[in-house]
């Protein structure tokens, strides 16, 4: 997996935070990544639909958009899925600083879910749904080896972490 993978720590090497930071830096991405995900789905309802009108976004954003522009349609549901992946992920980040999992597995699990969210992200938008969903899962389980992690370290060993 990539959490024991030695390109995980490459990785880590070369990111421009310390280890103990990487989680902040990859909150910080996701929040990026669904606000930027939402105003990129906006300027191409703009430029490719010509007609986006702030007064009345959910009814441009709904099922006539599905029709007209169907991958921007996509990009606005991956949008709407990736702000609510940052309600999942906040307790997750607080739980594994809250109960001390070990800072380079924080890390790992927390750069996999970014990888996991920005490949779900395109999987949606040009509606591969098999690779969406495996995306989709494997962020999933970053969150949940956060969680569970911290709350039963013993689980951990697998990692390498006693």
Known sequence: TFVTSPVSDSVL???????????????????????GSGLVAIVAINLLGGHYDNHTPRVLK????????PAVYRL????????ECLAYVTPAFWMASAHELPPPLC????????????????????????LRTAFFVCGIASIVELCVGSLFPETLTRYGYP
């Open 76 to 83: 606005q549901c991956a949008h709407n899925n990736s702000i």
């Open 13 to 35: 090497d070369a990111l421009p935070v310390p280890v103990a930071k990487v989680p902040a830096l990859v909150a910080f991405l996701l929040v990026a990544l669904a606000a």
């Open 107 to 130: 890390a790992k699990l927390s750069l996999f879910l970014l990888a996991a969210r920005v490949a779900y992200i395109a999987a949606y938008v040009v509606n591969e749904d098999f």
């Open 62 to 69: 709904g099922p006539a958009l599905s029709e007209e522009l």
